[in-house]
């Protein structure tokens, strides 16, 4: 704004208009309905720019709250409602007094308050006893087993003091020799020796044990393959980077049958949970071509194509995760873009319940499906909505988060319940709490929300997405949320921070597969790095059970 228009701005906010009051009274009744109007006017606006700062603040606060502080839900009736001490009251003293003497005129016996003291359970220091142990006796010295009174000293048992170690990781070198026995002087007769099995890079220099330790590394503790190189020389051994993005290569290519097999097992589930992230993929010198028997190729080179003609180093691709509600296995899928077509080519054989956030795509899917598919929304969504709206819309926003409070605490009791038990609960106790938050977003209190307020937006998709909310009521195996996807999406962003992007299509297919197969031994609480060192031990030796 230029200083021109601030002088008359300022000009016009000095200069108050002259009201002239007429002498009739008709004429002063008109004069007071146009005062009144404009007054009813002005607060109205006044009430908007009020509700638009508190907004801007609560935006601000969120900011700052994601950058600086520790994020949490957690949601209290009335967090301003300081406990209640009634015992130093006027009040509270007569009540007191009264009770006391109702219950001498009454003769009953009244037992003394016995204070009893928590007991607190001593903390367990022991040692896991499935630790391996090995034994070490402490030597007594010479003169110390000979009393000057009594002679040689007897021994009478031990005292045993456990202490934890810690063994660095080791290498060692495997040396097979493999006879050769021959007919001394017959060189036609040939050699025989046992036939060697196939490694796992050409030369088979280096073990399965070397191949699932870089997975692991990488994939289970977000650990980039240059931090790897360090930890491999503490351990004697200065690998190229190389070397150990070699042994990632053909791991994945031995491993892919496996990924592919996870996939089938989790679209043969009849619910799953999905979502997905952002990764960055750096755009490659050189595009890759449409491949017919590729799917995805198409959009790969369109994507890519015009990341290049627009001179971008790199794209926000997506890494998308499948999670079987029934079967424990979970398959990682990734594409360039956030399309639908990602979504829509792994789901084209799934029939079932897709538990999802509001994402159009999935809608779209839903949609054409033909009923194949049915959609149910993340109800975890729609309450953090609501309660990243609660500062500035306090009242209401307590409303909908005390109904959300009561169907969570009905999941919580559900939790162990079976599958009928856990629908009749929703059918007999969430079913009313979801009428009566109907009718409240139909009241008035949330008609006057803003509409373009963040509650008024929050309560938007509520009514939007109104039945998808509530398809778990008519469904047992039906999740109430999508959290269990969400932490899934947490690992990937922990791993993202550290080997900050993928370096081509085909590296993302493998980081895909690799986080299959972690993510899936990690959910069936097993032992990472020795679950792909077996896989990787049966593929190698034809092994396809």
Same mark, same amino acid.
């Given at each position: ?307 290049? $003609? ?71 969504? $729609? ?163």
């Amino acid at each position: 704004m230029s200083d021109e228009a601030r002088q008359k701005d300022a000009a016009g906010m000095d200069a108050t208009p002259e009201i002239i009051i007429p002498n009739d009274l008709a004429g002063c009744r008109s004069l007071i309905e146009q005062l009144a109007s404009t007054v009813t006017s002005q607060t109205s606006t006044i009430d908007m720019l009020r509700r638009e700062k508190q907004e801007l603040e609560a935006a601000y606060a969120e900011l700052v709250q994601r950058a600086f502080r520790h994020r949490s839900e957690r949601y209290l009736n009335d967090p301003n409602q300081l406990r209640l001490d009634l015992g130093g009251t006027p009040d509270a003293a007569d009540a007191v007094e009264g009770l006391a003497q109702a219950v001498q005129e009454a003769g009953l016996p009244v037992k003394a308050h016995v204070r009893r003291r928590r007991v607190c359970k001593p903390r367990s220091e022991a040692l896991p006893e499935h630790l391996p142990r090995y034994e070490v006796e402490a030597r007594v010295p010479e003169g110390a087993k000979h009393c000057p009174q009594h002679g040689e000293r007897t021994l009478i048992g031990y005292d045993r003091v456990e202490k934890l170690e810690f063994e660095r990781p080791k290498l060692r070198v495997r040396v097979t020799k493999y006879p050769k026995y021959a007919c001394p002087g017959h060189a036609d007769c040939g050699i025989a020796s046992p036939e060697r099995p196939a490694g796992l890079v050409e030369g088979d220099r280096y073990d399965t044990s070397v191949a699932a330790e870089i997975i692991t590394a990488k994939y289970g503790f977000h650990l980039p393959v240059y931090r790897q190189q360090d930890l491999f020389a503490g351990s004697g051994w200065t690998p190229d980077r190389s070397t150990l993005l070699n042994l990632l290569v053909a791991s994945a290519a031995l491993l892919r049958p496996l990924a592919e097999h996870i996939k089938q097992a989790v679209l043969a589930d009849d619910v799953l949970g999905t979502d997905e992230t952002r990764v960055t993929l750096l755009v490659p010198p050189t595009i890759p071509d449409v491949d017919a028997n590729d799917p995805k190729s198409q959009r790969t080179h369109e994507v890519l194509s015009e990341a290049a $003609a627009a001179g971008r180093r790199s794209v926000s691709a997506r890494m998308w995760a499948y999670r079987g509600v029934n079967t424990r296995l979970i398959v990682f899928d990734f594409t360039v873009s956030r399309h639908r077509d990602g979504p829509d080519l792994m789901l084209a054989e799934f029939a079932g319940t897709l538990l999802a956030d509001c994402y159009s795509g999935y809608q779209g899917i839903s949609l054409r499906s033909d009923g194949r598919i049915r959609r149910a929304a993340c109800n975890a969504h $729609a309450r953090r909505k609501i309660f990243d709206a609660r500062e500035v819309y306090p009242l209401e926003s307590s409303v909908v988060l005390a109904k959300y409070q009561q169907l969570y605490d009905m999941e919580d009791r559900a939790r162990a319940a079976s599958t009928e038990e856990r629908l009749t609960l929703r059918q007999s106790e969430a079913v009313p709490v979801w009428r009566s938050l109907g009718e409240w977003l139909e009241s008035k209190p949330a008609a006057d929300v803003l509409p373009k307020s963040k509650l008024g937006e929050a309560l938007g998709y509520l009514r939007n997405h109104w039945e998808p909310l509530q398809t778990y009521l008519s469904d047992g195996r039906v999740p109430m949320d999508n959290n269990e996807v969400e932490q899934l999406m947490k690992q990937v962003a922990i791993g993202r921070k550290n080997w900050l992007f993928i370096g081509s299509v085909p590296a993302g297919d493998r980081a895909a597969d690799f986080l299959t197969l972690v993510s899936s031994a990690v959910r069936n609480d097993l032992d990472v790095w020795a679950y792909i060192k077996d896989a990787l031990d049966r593929l190698l030796a034809g092994d396809t059970d």
